[in-house]
């Protein structure tokens, strides 16, 4: 049925990330001796007036929840897990998915805003950190086979990039919209706007299982998104799909997040009249 090899040619994954208040204060705050939690809550504040969200940037967050499902190159799902769990340490998160990443032989990235979020969150944290990463930031190679350059896919899959056409248009409802569209429980009680008041009640597992469940709506876009591109047919995406429920059905008595995903669940339904 699933495809156990070691042939990871997917790694789909989704971040979500704490605000580092000692860092927003020395650097938004450094005259008013702010201490980090006070710091942290006058940004929110700030930009919650301006936005109406209170979404920190990349480079003011702290990785705290990194789930990634390997994926082969037939399109199944291998494994789904979340990194240095039970401690979610923002140093050894970083240095796993890098070491990750290298390990399975540079496999493509695939996100839903990604390019936007995710994947600055983590270079940030390399260079925090001091990782040294020469085969992601390959600035020598031709432009188009650097793997950050936007339109390498085999690099990088930003699933954003391919539904808006490279911000010609907006994805209103974003991957929670693609989710529900395909059947999928999309956002299910908790959204990234909550993650931050979450880590501070001491809620770091609650938060890692929405990542979960996020890496699995994503995973599921993804399969619809091969369709799309004639990667798939829709009989095969459907199969796909009918095994990982079954995957996540064997799994779900020692993943609670599995469980309640499945609660959400619900099959897609081609359109009558077929067309």
Known sequence: ???TSND???LIFDVEAVGDGDLISKVKYSSEELSGEDALRKFRDELIEKTGKDV???TFVLPISVAVAKVSANFRLID???LDEPEFRPAVIAKGFWAGWRHYGRPTLVTFNGRGYDVPVLEYAAFRYGLSLPDWFNLSAPAYEQARNRYNRKAHFDMMDLFANFGATRITGGLNLLANLI???GK?????SQVQ???TAGKAKEINDYCRCDVLDTYFVFLRAQVLMGKLSLDEEQEIVAET???LEERQESQPAFAHYLRQWGDWSPPTPHI
Request: aromatic share 16%; proline share 12%; hydrophobic share 40%.
């Open 1 to 3: 049925m699933f495809d």
């Open 8 to 10: 990871v040619s997917y």
């Open 56 to 58: 920190l940037p990349p």
């Open 80 to 82: 789904l897990t979340v």
């Open 183 to 185: 059947g999928k429980p």
């Open 188 to 192: 299910s009680g908790i959204d990234g």
């Open 197 to 199: 008041d979450m880590y």
């Open 245 to 247: 429920k079954l995957w």
